[in-house]
């Protein structure tokens, strides 16, 4: 399968790991509501199936992470949690507005130093 992409955007600095990474500044918006958004840097991976939040971006939106079907998300290390599937829309300003069926975490995602 081959992907073209009509967008390019440079890799940010991330403080937490020092390098420079695949980070996308986007809004999180709730579907029935889009006045209801959050802003939020979504860190891209290219071979991941599914997208996953951490839950308390779907609260800040005014949706219920824990309303969707729950599925089981692993890591490349292995790690699995679980998440709810809700459908919502992920906005940029350059790409657009699209809506998905993401994954909100059910545990805190927060990466801590």
């Known amino acids: ?3 073209e992409y009509q967008q390019a955007f440079a890799y ?7 390098t420079p990474q695949p980070i996308l500044a986007l809004d999180l918006v709730h ?11 979504g860190y891209l991976d290219t071979g991941c199936s599914r997208t996953l939040l951490d839950g308390r971006l779907a609260v800040a939106a005014g ?4 309303r969707g079907r ?11 949690i679980r998440a709810a599937l809700l459908k919502v829309h992920l906005a940029h300003p350059l790409v657009g507005e699209h809506e ?5 975490a059910q545990v805190n995602l927060a990466l801590s130093s």
Not at 71 to 79: E, K, L, N, Q, R
Not at 100 to 104: I, M, P, S, T
């Open 70 to 80: 729950l599925t089981p998300y692993t890591s490349a290390t292995g790690v699995s």
């Open 100 to 104: 998905l069926e993401v994954g909100f």
């Open 12 to 18: 940010r600095y991330d403080e937490l790991s020092g």
């Open 63 to 66: 949706l219920d992470p824990t």
């Open 31 to 41: 579907p029935d509501e889009p006045r209801n958004r959050i802003a939020f840097d």
């Open 1 to 3: 399968m081959n992907v």
